[in-house]
């Protein structure tokens, strides 16, 4: 890589995406660069938000890889028989784990979700089925950024019989060299507010009844982040070993929905594009995989308000130097 171009774009880094603690990229299957910021090192693991919700995509498709979910066209409330639906709310009976993978579930809440009962409440998986349903029809896109896809890591624990980061560690971070130490619950608002401008906390948050947040709370290394993708650009397959199966790997990174608002594609909680796919998490937090160039790029950040879009950076300023 070219150093006059590197010293570039760390200073266009440094100005513009200020809350960038690391990068990795990884081209043919080599690391070509890795920089870390903030005071940052190698060790150092971000939050990094919506980034989760990919790997429980992955986690997802493990299950199915191994027989503790039949498939995606199953019901949610089946995992669920103890779950009473309440009168005139029966039509979610009929939404599947597709549904969910895809955004396509309604719910209740429309433009202001109610944030604070969610992060109050002691079972997550329970509030987020109480809030299935309202007025929007199944298999139209409904992103829910942070209430909602917790009834997956709820199916999860029900299928596997395993707490959610034991089966990850067990199946996906173990053998990627990935370890995720901690379940982290909070006491307070300030634990959670300090835990997102944390750099070297190494955990999963869990609500009170143990069961791990599916859209937030993970904490990875730049480089743990950069697996992830080199991973789902081998096809599943990590040093010789089919980790996830090519099957879903290709099924969870095309597009099964899209965000007309946006004009954005949707897979199997992968953001789809044209030269392939990423996992996306706020304050620009991102793993970003071209498929095309056989290219990984990883960035994890701490949280800002309206964080500098990280597409842009890679394709405006990263891609073009590779």
Not at 2 to 22: A, C, H, M, R, V
Not at 100 to 118: R, V, W
Not at 185 to 204: H, R, T
Not at 236 to 242: A, I, L, T, V
Request: proline share 3%.
């Amino acid at each position: 890589m070219n150093q006059i171009k590197i010293k570039e774009l760390e200073q266009i880094i440094s100005s513009k995406y200020g809350n960038t603690t690391g990068i990795v990229i990884i081209k043919d299957g080599a690391v070509s660069y890795e920089k870390y910021f903030k005071g940052c090192t190698a060790n150092s693991r971000v939050h990094i938000y919506s980034v989760t919700k990919s790997i429980i995509s992955i986690l997802i498709g493990i299950a199915l890889d191994k027989g503790y979910i039949k498939n995606i066209e199953e019901k949610v409330l089946v995992y669920f028989p103890e779950y009473k639906v309440k009168r005139g709310e029966r039509r979610i009976q009929n939404i599947t784990l597709r549904d969910m993978l895809t955004m396509t579930a309604p719910y209740k809440y429309c433009f202001f979700a109610p944030y604070i009962k969610y992060f109050t409440s002691s079972d997550w998986v329970k509030f987020s089925l109480d809030l299935l349903g309202g007025r929007g029809k199944i298999g139209v896109f409904r992103y829910a950024p942070l209430i909602g896809p917790d009834i997956l890591s709820g199916i999860l624990v029900r299928a596997t019989g395993q707490p959610v980061l034991d089966f990850a560690a067990e199946n996906l971070f173990e053998p990627l060299g990935i370890k995720v130490e901690n379940n982290l619950l909070f006491e307070s608002k300030e634990e959670q507010l300090a835990f997102n401008q944390s750099k070297d906390i190494s955990g999963w948050v869990i609500d009170s009844m143990g069961i791990h947040a599916a859209v937030w709370g993970l904490t990875l290394t730049p480089m743990d982040m950069a697996k992830i993708g080199q991973l789902y650009l081998n096809g599943g397959m990590w040093e010789g070993k089919q980790i996830i199966s090519s099957k879903w790997v290709e099924d969870s990174t095309i597009e099964h929905s899209r965000w007309k608002k946006e004009n954005l594609p949707y897979g199997y909680l992968w953001w789809v594009n044209e030269d392939g796919y990423a996992a996306m998490g706020d304050g620009g937090n991102i793993i970003y995989v071209n498929t095309k160039k056989k290219l990984v790029i990883s960035i994890a950040a701490l949280f800002v308000p309206k964080a500098g879009d990280r597409i842009e950076l890679i394709k405006k300023f990263i891609e073009p130097i590779l």
